[in-house]
């Protein structure tokens, strides 16, 4: 009775990123996949956890679409960020405003957990919610520096150092999408968390089953897909170079689709068209997911080109290529390419020539080629069994840290 009475008292801050939670929620409550998003989406992972538990939560996500919704134990609201395109000191002053934000929403909500998002705010001012006794938790979705490459400018180095103080003796526990994540809070601290756990996206496995396998590699074009944001951190400009450049050392053996958008996609198209690089690489935009599964048939394999500039957590999209069994072309900066290794091509970050050389290999071995898709199979339970999927997951921290509430 009594540990039924400290669960209904049990209310959460949710800091969700800038996902559209509010959609994922009308989706979650109808029994329902939301259906612009292959992965079963993280906060409706979150809704599960609050209802194993009788928890009360409220989600804020900065989604630019400003919006509240209240329904039962639920209250989410979509709170965009102001100054949008700060930098410099403007970005981090706003950084640490909607932290204080946040806190003020805990306090009128009585909350004594925080489940917070990287790139909510900086961690280190997540500081606030411990100052009034709220346990902090920290999910890491994004690497806290370029794996490999960590920035020597001083603002960051102070920056981590602050963190550093927060990871040691603020946060309850850390959780990461990758080794990598939670890695690097041990070289930040020191020392090892006591309580640090991984998560994996989690996908409902009708959305690959049945999935055709690739096109056969001895007949037509060896077809590379990338899917994700247009800019330069994530390497779309250096797709057109490698493009290039094979096509000048083997003509017509490559065709290139790539996804997404993003403020650099017009940029992007100019370029694509001064290399006149219109029959090799087709540029797609943003494309729903039915025709995201329609492009990952079609193709051999699938890019991940992140630059050490971007601090990738882990890179879904390579964990969808091993779903659909495609082999992910990547570098070390891409924290996946350590837990889906088997399935992947290595490149060196940053280098175009190392990607053409190591595409070029792929395109000429046949027998590597079928031993990569081959091994993705047993790559791909964890994206589906629900073990470290994040329900699970909070639900072993509730569990390990419940004398906390």
């Known amino acids: 009775m009594q540990e039924s009475s400290r669960r209904r008292e049990c209310h959460i801050l949710y800091a969700a990123g800038p996902g559209n939670v509010i959609q994922a929620h009308k989706h979650w409550v109808a029994g329902e996949p939301d259906p612009s998003q292959v992965s079963i989406t993280f906060s409706s992972q979150f809704e599960d956890f609050c209802q194993d538990i009788g928890a009360k939560a409220y989600i804020v996500s900065y989604n630019n679409k400003k919006q ?37 929403t805990a306090l009128r909500f009585r909350a004594n957990w925080a489940v917070l998002d990287s790139g909510t705010t ?18 890491l979705h994004n690497s806290l520096w370029p794996n490999g490459f960590p920035s ?20 309850n526990a850390v959780i990461g999408v990758s080794p990598v994540c939670l890695r690097q809070v041990k070289q930040l601290t020191g020392v090892r968390h006591k309580f640090m756990y991984q998560i994996r ?9 049945k999935f055709p396998l690739p096109p056969p590699v001895d007949r037509g074009h060896f077809r590379i897909l990338f899917l994700g944001r247009i800019d330069n951190s994530k390497g779309a400009f250096d797709i057109l170079e490698m493009a290039q450049k094979i096509e ?15 403020p650099l996609f017009e940029q992007l198209r100019i370029k694509h068209q001064k290399m006149d690089l219109g029959s090799v690489v087709a540029l797609h935009g943003w494309v729903r997911p039915e025709m995201q599964h329609d492009l990952r048939a079609l193709s051999h394999a699938v890019i991940v080109p992140t630059r050490s500039t971007f601090a990738e957590g882990f890179a879904m999209t390579a964990a969808e290529a091993i779903l659909s069994g495609r082999p992910v072309i990547t570098s070390p900066v891409v924290p996946a390419l350590e837990v889906l290794r088997p399935a992947c091509v290595e490149a ?3 280098e175009v020539d190392s990607y053409v050389e190591q595409i070029v290999k792929l395109i000429n071995s ?27 997951v909070l639900n072993s921290i509730y569990s390990d840290l419940k004398f906390l509430f």
Not at 251 to 261: K, L
Not at 367 to 376: F, N, V
């Open 68 to 104: 509240i919704l209240r329904d039962g134990p639920f209250i989410l609201e979509h709170r965009p960020k102001l100054m949008r395109d700060a930098v410099g000191i403007r970005y981090h002053f706003r950084e640490v405003l909607y932290a204080f934000s946040l806190f003020a």
């Open 122 to 139: 900086h961690y280190f001012a997540m500081s606030l919610f411990r100052l009034v006794g709220i346990r902090v938790v920290v999910i």
């Open 152 to 171: 020597n400018n001083p603002s960051h180095k102070l920056i981590r150092l602050f963190d550093s103080i927060f990871f040691r003796w603020v946060a």
């Open 201 to 209: 996206a989690q996908y409902r496995p009708e959305v690959f089953a």
């Open 248 to 262: 000048s050392c083997a003509p017509g053996r490559t065709r290139w689709d790539i996804c997404g958008d993003g």
């Open 348 to 350: 060196r970050p940053d």
């Open 366 to 392: 046949p027998e590597w080629y079928r031993s990569l898709c081959e091994a993705c199979a047993a790559l791909q339970e964890q994206f589906y069994d629900g073990i470290l999927g994040k329900r699970a």
